[in-house]
C-alpha cells in the first residue's frame, strides 16, 4: 500500500522524498538488529514475504494483551517535520495518515502482530476476519456488539455500506482503490457518480447488507486477499451520520481509542481519549495514555537533537514517520543510554527515480538517468546502512518474488553511478530532451535527495531544473496527471505479501488518474495482459507471472530507476514504555505505547 514518506509510503501501502502507507510485517525491536549489515538485514526481511494468517472469532475478541509494565496517564508528544497529508479514512495511502489511523480509525478487520513479528488479520468492527463462500466470489461479515463511534451512534452495516460508497465520490482521489475495482471495474466511478449520497446505491449483488449487523460482498472472481484489503486505514469506517464530505478531512468522526480534541492543520494535533472506544470489542489496541499532542514542523534533526538530550517533554516523546537524521546516527549508536532508546527495522518501500512517461518520452534518457543516479550518495543522505541499501530493481526484500541478483542497470557493482554508459546514452539525444524538470519535498530529506539528484545527471550531461513542492501535499501534487515535472523520487511498499499490491497499483495502466499511485503514468498493453493474467491464477503460477511483469517493466520501459529500500531508524525519549518495530505501520507501533511515570 502504499506511499513512503520519509519523512518519507503503510502509502500506501508512496514515498516522502515522499511517503507510503504500506501494511507489511517486520520484527520485534529486541530482535531486530537492522543496521549495517545488509546481507543480515535482508534474510530477516524476508520475514515480512511470508503469507498473513486469517484469525478467528476468539483472537478477534477483545481486550487486546496487556503489555508488560504498562501504566496509565499522561500525554505523549509526537514530532513530526511535515504535517498530515490527509485524516479522511478514504483519502488515507500515505504513511504519516496511516501511522495516525491507527490511534483515530477502526475498519471491518485489522492487522494484528505478536511478539516475534508474525502477522495476522482479526475482525476489528467484525467478529472474525470473514467468512468466504462461492470460492472466494462471497464474503460475509457480521459486526460486533456494543461498537460505537465518538459521539456514541452505533456503527451498523448502513455505516459499512455508506463508507464503501463514498470512495466512489470524486473528491475521494488520494485512497486505494482495490476494493471499488473488484466490485464495480476499473470505471467504478460511472457506477456510482454521487458516492451513495444521492437516492442511487451499490445493487445487493455487489455489496448486501440484510440487516443491521450483516455486510456481504459479492464478487465476479475469487478475491481471497479481501481480509487484508479491508484492513487498510484508506477503509476504515466513516459514520454516515457524522460525514461532512469534503470538510470531513479537517474534522473525522473517530471509531478508535482516540479522537481529535484540537487541529490546527499544518500546525498541532491534540488527541485525548475516545470514551466510546470499547476495548473489549478490540483485540489489538491499548488506550494507556490520555492522549497525543503532535507539534509539526520540527525537523528531523531537531527531533533528533531534542530526542538524545532527553530533556523535559522530549522524554515522552516520540518520532512519528521520521528517523534519526542522518548526520547523528552516529551520536546515537555510540552512546549505549541513547542507542537503547531506538526501533531499528526493515521497511518494505523501494525508493525510485520515477519518470512521468506523458514528458519523458525518450528511452534513452530514461535509461542514461538510470544509469547516472547515485544510490550511495542518496543513502548517505538517510544515513548510510542504517538508513537504506542499494536496490537493483523494482521489488523489495520484504516481497515475495524479491530477486536479490536480478539488476539489470548494474546498480550493484556501480553504486555511485556509470557515468560512461550514461554519457554514452545521451549522445544522440537532442539538447532539448537532457533538460529535465525534478520536483522534490522540501524536508530535509528531499533537500539532500535534490543535491544528489542534481549532482550525479549535471554530471553525465542533464540540465536539471528543480521544483521546491510543499512536503505535505506532495504526493497530492505528483499524483495529478497534468502536473509540470519530468521526474520525482518516490517510494512504495507493498499492501500485504504479494506482488500484485506492488505492480498494480503503480504500473497498471488502468490505474492512471489523477491521484492514482501510478507517478509514471505507464500504460503498456504487455503490462496490461500479464496484469489480468497473474490476477487469475494460484500463487505458484502468479509468482512466475509477476516475474515477468517485473523484469519486462523495468528492462523493456524503465518508468522508475530503483534507487534504494529503504530502513527505518527511529529514536524515543527514556520516558516513553511498550516501544516496537510495527510489522503493520514500519514505523514505531502506536497501539503499545505508554508512559513509565
Known amino acids: 500500500m502504499n506511499s513512503y514518506r520519509s519523512r518519507p509510503v503503510r502509502a500506501g501501502l508512496v514515498a516522502v522524498a515522499a511517503g507510503a502507507l504500506v501494511l507489511t510485517g517486520c520484527s520485534e525491536n529486541k530482535g531486530n538488529t537492522s543496521g549495517t549489515d545488509s546481507k543480515k538485514d535482508q534474510e530477516e526481511a524476508s520475514v515480512q514475504s511470508k503469507a498473513v494468517a486469517y484469525a478467528d472469532a ?80 462471497t464474503w460475509t461479515f457480521t459486526l460486533k456488539d456494543g461498537v460505537k463511534d465518538a459521539n456514541g451512534n452505533a456503527i451498523t452495516s448502513a455505516d459499512v455500506r455508506h463508507s464503501v460508497e463514498r470512495t466512489y465520490a470524486k473528491f475521494i482521489f488520494d485512497g486505494p482503490t482495490y476494493l471499488q475495482t473488484w466490485l464495480s471495474g476499473p470505471k467504478y466511478r460511472d457506477s456510482l457518480p454521487d458516492g451513495g449520497y444521492g437516492s442511487k446505491h451499490l445493487p445487493d449483488s455487489v455489496l448486501e447488507t440484510p440487516d443491521a449487523k450483516t455486510v456481504v460482498f459479492h464478487f465476479d472472481t475469487a478475491r481471497p486477499d479481501l481480509p487484508q484489503t479491508l484492513a487498510m486505514p484508506g477503509y476504515s469506517i466513516v459514520p454516515a451520520k457524522g460525514d461532512t ?43 494507556y495514555v490520555d492522549g497525543f499532542d503532535f507539534q509539526f514542523g520540527v525537523t528531523e534533526s531537531t527531533q533528533t537533537k531534542r530526542l538524545i538530550a532527553d530533556q523535559g517533554v522530549s522524554k515522552n516523546a516520540i518520532q512519528f514517520t521520521g528517523g534519526v537524521e542522518s548526520t547523528q546516527i552516529q551520536d546515537v549508536v555510540s552512546d549505549p543510554a541513547v542507542n537503547k532508546r531506538t526501533i531499528k527495522g526493515y521497511q518494505p518501500y523501494v525508493m525510485t527515480l520515477t519518470f512521468n512517461l506523458d514528458r519523458v518520452k525518450n528511452k534513452a534518457v530514461r535509461d542514461a538517468a538510470t544509469y547516472a543516479v547515485n544510490s550511495k550518495s542518496l543513502i548517505a543522505g538517510e544515513g548510510g546502512a542504517y538508513g537504506g541499501d542499494v536496490a537493483p530493481n523494482l521489488f523489495a526484500p520484504t516481497l515475495p518474488g524479491y530477486e536479490p541478483k536480478y539488476d539489470p542497470y548494474g546498480r550493484l557493482k556501480t553504486p555511485s553511478g556509470n557515468i560512461a554508459k550514461a554519457k554514452e546514452l545521451l549522445k544522440s539525444v537532442p539538447a532539448a530532451e537532457k533538460k529535465l524538470v525534478f520536483a522534490y519535498s522540501n524536508s530535509e530529506a528531499g533537500q539532500k535527495r535534490k543535491v544528489a539528484i542534481e549532482d550525479a545527471l549535471t554530471k553525465v550531461g542533464f540540465d536539471v531544473v528543480s521544483k521546491e513542492v510543499d512536503s505535505a501535499s506532495y504526493y497530492e501534487q ?120
Do not use: C
Open 58 to 137: 476468539a483472537a478477534s475478541t477483545g481486550p487486546a494483551k496487556e503489555v508488560a509494565g504498562a501504566k496509565s496517564g499522561g500525554t505523549i508528544t509526537v514530532y513530526q517535520e511535515s504535517g498530515l497529508t490527509h485524516l479522511d479514512p478514504g483519502q488515507i495511502y500515505v504513511s504519516d495518515a496511516g501511522q495516525a489511523a491507527n490511534l483515530l480509525f477502526r475498519g471491518l478487520t485489522n492487522f494484528s502482530e505478536d511478539s516475534k513479528g508474525n502477522m495476522s488479520v482479526v475482525g476489528d468492527l467484525a467478529t472474525d476476519s470473514g467468512k468466504s463462500s462461492e470460492g472466494g466470489k
Open 245 to 287: 464530505k469534503e470538510k470531513y478531512d479537517k474534522a473525522p468522526v473517530a471509531t478508535g481509542p482516540y479522537k481529535i480534541a484540537e487541529y490546527k492543520i499544518g500546525k498541532t494535533l491534540k488527541l485525548v481519549k475516545n470514551t466510546n472506544w470499547d476495548p473489549k470489542t478490540d483485540s489489538v489496541r491499548h488506550q
Open 478 to 597: 505528483i499524483g495529478k496527471l497534468k502536473n509540470p515535472y519530468d521526474m520525482y523520487i518516490t517510494g512504495w511498499g507493498q499492501d500485504w505479501p504479494s506482488p500484485g499490491t506492488v505492480v498494480t497499483p503503480i504500473y497498471d495502466g488502468d490505474q492512471v488518474a489523477d491521484g492514482s499511485a501510478n507517478y509514471s503514468h505507464i500504460n503498456d498493453p504487455k503490462v496490461q495482459e500479464l496484469i489480468k493474467k497473474a490476477l487469475t491464477q494460484q500463487p505458484t503460477e502468479a509468482a512466475a507471472t509477476w516475474k515477468e511483469a517485473h523484469h519486462y517493466i523495468l528492462e523493456k520501459i524503465n518508468p522508475a530507476a530503483p534507487l534504494w529500500y529503504t530502513k527505518q531508524f527511529q529514536l524515543y525519549g527514556s520516558n516513553i514504555g511498550g516501544a516496537r518495530y510495527s510489522t503493520e505501520s514500519s514505523y514505531i507501533d502506536v497501539n503499545n505505547l505508554f508512559l513509565k511515570s
